[in-house]
Nanobody, 126 residues
Framework: QVQLVESGGGLVQAGGSLRLSCAAS????????MAWFRQAPGKERECVAA????????YYADSVKGRFTISRDNAKNTVFLQMNSLKPEDTAVYYC???????????????????WGQGTQVTVSS
């Protein structure tokens, strides 16, 4: 079993930055594909960033490309989402997800992931 715990959310003004962390226990994240999803009120959960075991192989949603960066610290068994130039439309609950499957460089659909964190709220004020 893998437990994922997100942190780093909060309230920030438009144009500001936040760094989300996803700490894992139970299994090393270095052998997993990881992603960050978000869900705004009344909307479906969407993948905003994903990577495989090779952090150089990444996916970003068009809405966050150039502003968000997914990264890993394998020594700390933690994955990060650096979010810059935040916009009010980035307001959502952010979730990290993990899967130990390597058929593709990364995965972007909710049903492809086996492990989820509890989520952390990000609110961007205008």
């Amino acid at each position: 079993q893998v437990q994922l715990v997100e942190s780093g959310g909060g309230l920030v003004q438009a144009g500001g930055s936040l760094r989300l962390s996803c700490a894992a226990s139970g299994r090393t994240l270095s052998m997993s594909a990881m992603a960050w999803f978000r869900q705004a009120p009344g909307k479906e959960r969407e993948c905003v960033a994903a990577s495989g075991r090779n952090i150089d192989t990444t996916y970003y949603a068009d809405s966050v490309k150039g502003r968000f960066t997914i990264s890993r610290d394998n020594a700390k068994n933690t994955v990060f989402l650096q979010m810059n130039s935040l916009k009010p439309e980035d307001t959502a609950v952010y979730y990290c997800a993990a899967v130990y499957r390597f058929l593709r460089p990364y995965y972007t659909k909710m049903n492809e992931y086996d492990y989820w964190g509890q989520g952390t709220q990000v609110t961007v004020s205008s």
